[in-house]
């Protein structure tokens, strides 16, 4: 058993163990017992915290159809039947051997492509997704308004405490009693304290309808911006084609009403507090209306370059003795092949070396470069074109920043924001989410399908 295992009933032992002997020692401490009104109170709180945080660890947070028939077996795409502009996904899942739609990613936890993913949990052992995001937010919701309330409660009975120190000890609470009160006001004050910032962050991601891999992508994209200035708005695939680099909308948030409607699954105030509302349809996360900032065809995220994998070619050869061969008697014959496939499929690409190396090495060639040819120039000169060539000091230390920690297996994949995540510290699997601009994988009749859809939307356009 992993610890990751012990993580959801961990959360229930902390829910229980906040809300019931809670109750008790309050019942127990001056400068009054509960009312009824705040045992009602507490216990609608409790009961609400455990029904959303249920529904946020069992609900399924959805699974892509492979074909576009077996999207109707899900419901109407659009609850109001209006027919909305969205932008039609080109990625293509290696991993699922299907086409991933817009703000779908592949989840390396659940093995499979999550729509409109925004992380996966630990807490809850389960994606945050577009059918999960409402139970989560609620959760969120009613965990920090019954941790507040208990802050309250406590708040007035240690502050009592205080203000009545110098009386006799045989007139205040036993050692037992302090010593719970200790206790809960310590874990309540720190759990609030997380779940609290966590809600208002997550209120912010539903007001603009981002996720949280979604604004990594906001920041990579104005990365590469930058980069792009200072190689005249270009930069380069690993082999070569240099790529336009021009500055892109998120093309999601569609105004604060709209996001917040699409985001709990209901135009319904009082039913985005119902703990019982039943799960947004899946088919409603396939595709999503834009607010046409951006042309149609332009997709998100932008193009990265750094996104392009290049395949390694290996020349065939006769000679028996230069064939790889690979034995493990503890494998079955089915493994062997799963293994095989595995390997094959990690050789097919090779992952770019981060920005500022590239750039660096860039440098040092350049300079080997002048000294070959007996260019003119001083010390001073070279320092010059050091800048020029890439980042100003300044900016280099901000491009170093965003590998710390990355390990010296990482490649760019391993290109962190300014809060310090990288695509894996979401759950997603970083080499299929990362390395996903190229087309080589995607099936002739899907790019067909493709090259039909364009030519539809031009001719209705």
């Known amino acids: 058993m992993s610890l990751s295992q012990l993580f959801v009933p961990s959360v229930y032992v902390l829910i229980a163990f906040l809300g019931y ?42 699974q892509i159809p492979k074909k576009k028939d077996d999207a109707e077996e899900y419901g109407p795409s659009n609850a109001d039947g209006k027919e909305k502009k969205a932008i039609q996904s080109r990625k293509w899942c ?31 052992a389960n994606c945050v997704s577009h059918t999960t995001f409402p139970h989560f937010i609620r959760f969120l919701f009613y965990a920090s308004s019954g941790l507040g309330f208990l802050f309250y409660l406590l708040y007035l009975r ?3 405490l205080w203000e009545n120190r110098g009386l006799p000890a045989y007139l205040g609470p036993s050692k037992f009693q302090i010593a719970h009160l200790v206790v809960a006001a ?43 200035r200072h190689f005249g708005g270009f930069l380069q695939t690993p082999d070569g084609t240099r790529v336009r680099i021009e500055k892109q909308e998120f093309p999601y948030d569609i105004g604060i009403w709209a996001n917040i409607v699409q985001g709990m699954g209901t135009w319904n105030p009082i039913a985005w507090f119902n703990p019982f509302h039943p799960t947004p349809s899946l088919s409603t996360g396939l595709s999503f209306p834009t607010n046409d900032f951006n042309s149609p065809n332009l997709t998100w995220p932008p193009p990265d370059p750094d996104r392009s994998y290049r395949r390694q070619t ?11 061969t690979y034995n493990d008697s503890s494998l079955s014959a089915s493994d062997h092949l799963a293994a095989f496939q595995q390997r094959q499929q990690e050789d097919e690409f090779r992952r770019r070396k981060p920005f500022v190396q590239r750039l660096e090495e860039q440098v040092a060639r350049d300079r080997v470069e002048q000294f070959i040819d007996n260019v003119p120039g001083d ?28 390990g010296s297996q990482s490649g760019e994949e391993g290109w962190r924001n300014s809060e310090g995540e990288r695509l894996k ?3 997603v699997d970083e080499d299929i989410e990362f390395y996903d601009e190229k087309d080589d994988d995607v099936p002739l009749g899907e790019l067909m399908a493709r090259k039909r859809q364009q030519v539809h939307d031009a001719m209705r356009a």
């Open 21 to 62: 002997p809670s109750q008790w020692l309050l019942l127990q401490l001056e400068p009054a017992p509960l009312t009824k009104n705040e045992l009602i109170a507490a216990n609608v709180l409790l009961a609400c915290i455990f029904i959303t945080y249920t529904k946020t660890v069992f609900v399924d947070p959805g």
């Open 94 to 124: 290696r991993k699922c051997e299907a086409p991933k739609p817009p703000r779908a990613h592949h989840c390396k936890e659940c093995k499979r492509c999550i729509p409109k993913m925004d992380h996966h949990c630990p807490w809850t």
């Open 158 to 160: 240690i502050s009592f």
């Open 186 to 228: 310590i874990a309540n004050t720190i759990t609030l304290f997380a779940l609290f910032v966590l809600f208002v962050r997550n209120i912010w991601c539903l007001a603009v309808n981002t996720t949280t891999i979604e604004g990594w992508e906001i920041e990579r994209h104005r990365t590469l911006l930058r980069r792009a």
């Open 314 to 324: 290996v020349k065939p050869s006769s000679d028996p003795s230069e064939a790889f």
């Open 379 to 406: 010390a001073h000169d070279l320092d010059e074109d050091d800048d020029s060539a890439g980042f100003g000091s300044e900016e280099e230390e901000e491009e170093e920043e965003g590998y710390t920690g990355g």
């Open 425 to 427: 510290d979401f759950g």
